[in-house]
């Protein structure tokens, strides 16, 4: 039986922020002098939230996520992942990451590529196969598992890496314009599967897209980011209906959230290249 005191200390773990950044900065040392990639970043993102990132190229979205990763060390301030550094949360593999290129190894075939996590974390056979199952069904790739990477579409790829990051089970999603590659009717189409796979499985995500739309769409809510040193300039909640469809963007409130978003990037943005 638990004791109050487990008990509490775990409700404290439950409802800590999956993501608190105070005061973060990153500066790297370059050739040409040292880059603010990210300056005083105070942010704190709870379980269950889907947040967007969006903002010119070179505004350290990509950092923040890699800091996150524990693949960049912060410089100044202080960054939690689950309340831990990002180093110990990695070693509990807090995350799965999602690159724009699906990066799948071409020599593996999709299930392969999907146990390849697995493998490394010592699953046994059986188990590998019923999560890279699971996985597989979660992105509708059912049927795809004897298919090597090149005889899928771009789409079905990113669907293949998602399905890999999520094999682990991970609470935290972190992808990095997993569908900047792709035609829009496709972009599209994954917009609405991951939606629905948020929906259903609460996960966290961090999402950093190009795309007002995208963001928009999917998100609970954006940051907006501006370069020379990069950093937040806004923070926008969307609380549109969980169970929105692609014809919201079409309606008064996602018009609205999306000029904010539009505003926002006109104002940090500098004109000077
Ligand atoms: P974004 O993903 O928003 O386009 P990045 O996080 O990739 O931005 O980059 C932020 C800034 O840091 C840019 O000016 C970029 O050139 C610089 N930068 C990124 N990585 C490095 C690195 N390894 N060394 C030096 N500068 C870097
Ligand atoms: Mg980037």
């Not at 094999?167 to 972009?187: C, K, N, Q, T």
Request: proline residues 4%; negative net charge.
């Amino acid at each position: 039986m638990l004791d109050a005191a487990t008990d509490r200390s775990r409700t404290a773990a439950l409802s800590s922020p999956v993501i608190e950044a105070r005061d973060v900065s990153l500066t790297y040392a370059s050739a040409d002098g040292d880059v603010h990639a990210l300056s005083n970043i105070n942010l704190s993102i709870a379980a269950g939230e889907f947040v967007s990132f969006i903002g010119p190229s070179g505004c350290g979205k990509t950092t923040f996520l890699r800091a996150v990763a524990d693949l960049e060390h912060a410089t100044g301030g202080d960054l939690r992942v689950n309340g831990l550094t990002p180093h110990d949360a990695r070693m509990q593999r807090a995350y799965g990451y999602v690159f724009q290129a699906a990066a799948l190894f071409p020599w593996r075939n999709i299930e392969d590529n999907i146990m390849l996590p697995l493998e490394i974390m010592g699953l046994d056979e059986d188990e590998r196969r019923e999560r890279a199952r699971r996985n597989l069904e979660l992105v509708n790739l059912t049927g795809f598992e004897r298919k090597f990477p090149w005889q899928l579409s771009g789409g079905m790829q990113q669907r293949a890496s998602i399905a890999r990051a999520l094999s682990f089970d991970p609470a935290l999603l972190l992808m990095d314009e997993p569908f900047g590659a792709l035609d829009e009717i496709v972009r599209d189409h994954l917009n609405e599967q991951l939606l629905q796979l948020w929906n259903r499985t609460g996960k966290t995500v961090l999402f950093v897209t190009h795309s007002i739309q995208e963001a928009v769409f999917l998100s609970s809510r954006i940051i907006v980011m501006s370069p020379r040193p990069g950093r937040i300039i806004d923070d926008i909640a969307c609380d549109l209906p969980r169970d929105r469809g692609l014809d919201i963007r079409e309606t008064p409130e996602f018009i609205a959230l999306a000029q904010r978003v539009r505003s926002g990037l006109r104002a940090g943005h500098a004109y000077d290249e």
